[in-house]
């Protein structure tokens, strides 16, 4: 199944032909997944304790994963789903504009390149102690050099 909870995804046959929204669950053995906002059901919630009232709930129902199709982030059209593999991992691509489609992969490669810029330029490391006892200990010497002097007058 290429259709991961999250995904935002299109509604491609059906009542609700068009229709985006985003993927709340998945059941891969059914072949089905539940979108936000499709396919939704009225049903009957009986009070079950005295101070609850009876009322009538709507909710998602499951639509098959072969009427829908993954919304890619980057071109936003609703595009077939393709593999590769990128440093090492297998990842989801949109078939439209090559786009990496999982968002987990895309965050870790951004961190990456962050890390990277980061090792190019890096930063002087102090100690949290010895920052502390240099700003007491400038002033301390200030005070000494001050009594001498005052000393010296006399």
């Not at 991992?89 to 990277?116: H, N, P, Q, T, W």
Request: net charge positive; glycine share 8%; aromatic share 2%.
């Amino acid at each position: 199944m290429n259709v991961k909870v999250n995904d935002t995804v299109q509604v491609i046959t059906g009542k609700y032909k068009g229709k985006q929204g985003k993927v709340l669950a998945t059941s891969p053995k059914a072949g089905t997944v539940i979108v936000e906002g499709v396919n939704i059901r009225q049903k009957h919630e009986k009070a079950r304790r005295a101070n609850e009232t009876s009322k009538i709930v709507s909710e998602e129902g499951p639509i098959d994963v072969s009427n829908v199709e993954v919304v890619c982030d980057k071109c936003g059209k609703a595009t077939r789903v393709g593999h590769t593999v990128a440093d090492g991992k297998k990842v989801r691509v949109c078939k439209k504009c090559g786009a990496v489609l999982d968002k987990a992969y895309v965050k870790k490669s951004k961190a990456k390149a962050a890390e990277d810029a980061k090792a190019e330029a890096p930063k002087k490391r102090t100690r949290k102690r010895s920052a502390k006892a240099a700003e007491t200990a400038a002033p301390v010497e200030e005070t000494v050099e001050s009594t001498p002097a005052v000393t010296d007058g006399e």
